[in-house]
């Protein structure tokens, strides 16, 4: 298991963290999706041989958010 913390930009409520954890939530190899609204930071452990780090980010991206 890995875990990275990623900064990401334009979450600001509620919906920003639902919106977050259930799409990064939802692909394999991903077991923990925590989002830090206070620090505009992402927290995901994953299984590295299931899923990349690019994944990732472009399922963030996807949601309309801003990985910096």
Partial sequence: MENITLSVQGMSCGHCVNAIEGSVGQVDGVNQVNVKLDS??????FNESQVSIDKIKETIEDQGYEIE
């Fill in 40 to 45: 505009a930071q992402v927290e995901v452990l």
